[in-house]
């Protein structure tokens, strides 16, 4: 066992141990942080924009909805019992390509029919045309009545009439004929068939709907604008319809992200004074077809033309309860709180209406990590990635 003097003595030489060994270890915690690798020194780097004006376009958003360009109900003119349907569910059909057939063989009798009374009528007309001439020859030596003559001349017009009535008769009779080749009045994508071969139709107001076309070559797209915008979008800018139809205008559809790229056709006549808006069509081209009528869309409205604008992207912006901020880096380099009025659209970016002038440093990344006050390094993304590149791997 130890002796008490021997035992203090092992615990002091112990403490001293321990304690010469800690003077080693232990550093201040500057200079442990100044040699952990990868620790930010001095102010914390913020990748900054500068303030300056862009010549841009104003956009604004409003619902939208797609509308045919032409669009045909399909109705038999004729009546009679359907042959032949040429046509599939969905299928685009050109004009004039012929959809079904109701039995034309009426017609057809119709036609020839009236081919032979137009003959005989010609053939009257030809004699009775004879008799009139014979009679104005007749009439000058008094060799005939002057009542025979009138009654020759009359017979020579009422033939002359029985031709025309039996030419009118063929048009009417080809005309039929036709209509029992039902044709597409327009190109476009052909509705699925609601009657069928073997089944009777009728004409008349209430013949019923074969089946319908809708163009798919172009679509319109139809909105409403507010007054507001009307007023300073369009009327300020755009003089006549000429530079109206140049009003840029995008459709996003439900689910896409890509816009799709028309102009206005047409504003309507008048303000609805019930809503203030003034309805809006635009068009565009739609090679593929895959724009069909009925769908909803978002319209982006652009200004007629581009203005000068101080812009800031929207994730350089802040919410603080209704009111919109940014952080900008003033000239000891400090964090400073800068409340902005924002405006429309353009892209990604809005316009400011105050707060910012052309010059001002605004932070664009990491608003998270910033607080008033800091004091910060800026450089802008072409610095920071030449900073990036020089550093050592």
């Known amino acids: 066992m130890f002796k008490p003097t021997k035992l203090k003595l092992f615990f002091g030489v112990f403490l001293m141990v321990m304690l010469i060994g800690s003077a080693f270890i232990w550093k201040s915690p500057r200079q442990a942080s100044a040699q952990m690798p990868g620790m930010p020194q001095g102010p914390m780097p913020v990748v900054v924009s500068i303030v300056k004006p862009e010549e841009v376009r104003i956009w604004k958003d409003f619902p939208g909805r797609l509308v045919a360009v032409d669009s045909a109900e399909i109705r038999p003119q004729v009546s009679g019992r359907i042959i032949e349907l040429n046509f599939e569910d969905g299928q685009r059909v050109e004009k004039e390509d012929i959809l079904f057939v109701i039995d034309p063989r009426p017609y057809e009798a119709t036609l020839s029919q009236t081919k032979a009374a137009l003959k005989a009528a010609q053939s009257s007309f030809t004699r009775a045309m004879k008799e009139f001439e014979r009679s104005k020859d007749l009439i000058k030596t008094n060799a005939i009545s002057q009542r025979i003559y009138d009654e ?15 030419k009118a008769t063929i048009e009417q009779a080809q005309i039929n004929l036709d209509y029992a080749h039902v044709k597409a009045p327009i190109s476009g994508r052909v509705s699925r068939a609601e009657i069928t071969v073997g089944n009777l139709v009728e004409e008349g107001p209430n013949a019923p709907i074969v089946t319908t076309i809708v163009a798919d070559e172009q679509i319109y797209v139809d909105f ?13 800018q ?156």
Do not use: C
């Open 224 to 236: 409403e604008v507010d007054e507001q915008t009307y007023l300073s979008y369009v009327r300020g």
């Open 152 to 166: 020759r001349r009359a017979a020579k017009d009422f033939a002359w009439a029985e031709v025309a009535g039996a």
């Open 238 to 393: 755009a003089k006549d319809k000429e530079q109206e139809g140049k009003i840029p205008v995008q459709i996003i559809l439900r689910g896409d992200h890509d816009p799709i790229d028309g102009v206005i056709h047409a504003f309507d006549n008048r303000i609805n004074a019930a809503s203030g808006t003034i309805r809006a069509r635009a068009i565009l081209e739609n090679e593929n077809g895959a724009l069909l009528s009925g769908m909803f869309a978002k319209v982006r409205l652009g200004s007629a033309d581009r203005k000068q604008q101080i812009m800031v992207d929207e994730k350089m912006l802040g919410t603080d309860q209704s009111r919109k901020f940014v952080y900008v880096v003033d000239d000891k380099n400090t964090v400073v709180y800068r409340q902005v009025e924002i405006g429309d659209r353009s892209g990604q970016s809005r316009v400011v209406l105050s707060g910012l002038e052309v010059g001002d440093k605004v932070i664009a990344e990491g608003l998270i990590r910033i607080r008033p006050g800091m004091e910060v390094k800026p450089m802008t993304k072409d610095e920071q990635e030449k900073a990036s590149q020089k550093a050592p791997e």
